[in-house]
C-alpha cells in the first residue's frame, strides 16, 4: 500500500516536500515513482528512484527543480519540489514496481497510491 502526502496550495516560487509512504510487502518494491497529471491531460512521469537509492531519474524539464530521496528506515519516498511553477499544478501520485530499468515506464508499477494535489498560484 502506497500513501501519498504533502500537497497544497503554494505560490509559483515556493516549495513543497510530497511523501510517499509504503506499506505491507516492502520487499517487492524496487522502484518507486513519481507521476503528475494535470486536468484533461495524460499522467507523466516526474522522478523515480530505486529502493535502495543508487538509480534516480527526473523528467528531463524538471531536472534542477525537483529531487527524489529516500528513508529505508521509514519505509518512504520524498519529492522535494522547489522553485514552483503554476504548470506544475497537477495531482501527483506515486507508483511501485519492481523493474529497476524502467522507471520512467508507467506500466511497470503496479502499486499506484491515491495522489495529492499540488496546486501553484501565480
Known amino acids: 500500500q502506497l500513501q501519498a502526502s504533502g500537497g497544497g496550495l503554494v505560490r509559483a516560487g515556493g516549495s513543497l516536500r510530497l511523501s510517499c509512504a509504503a506499506s505491507?510487502?516492502?520487499?517487492?518494491?524496487?522502484?518507486i515513482g513519481w507521476f503528475r497529471q494535470a486536468l484533461g491531460t495524460k499522467r507523466k512521469f516526474v522522478s523515480g528512484?530505486?529502493?535502495?537509492?543508487?538509480?534516480?531519474n527526473y523528467a528531463d524539464s524538471l531536472k534542477g527543480r525537483f529531487t527524489v530521496s529516500r528513508d529505508n528506515a521509514k519505509n518512504t519516498v520524498y519529492l522535494q519540489m522547489n522553485s514552483l511553477k503554476p504548470e506544475d499544478t497537477a495531482v501527483y501520485y506515486c507508483?511501485?514496481?519492481?523493474?529497476?530499468?524502467?522507471?520512467?515506464?508507467?506500466?511497470?508499477?503496479?502499486?499506484w497510491g491515491q495522489g495529492t494535489l499540488v496546486t501553484v498560484s501565480s
Open positions: 507508483a511501485a514496481g519492481s523493474q529497476r530499468l524502467l522507471l520512467r515506464d508507467k506500466s511497470v508499477y503496479p502499486y
Open positions: 505491507g510487502r516492502i520487499e517487492s518494491i524496487s522502484i
Open positions: 528512484i530505486t529502493w535502495s537509492g543508487d538509480i534516480t
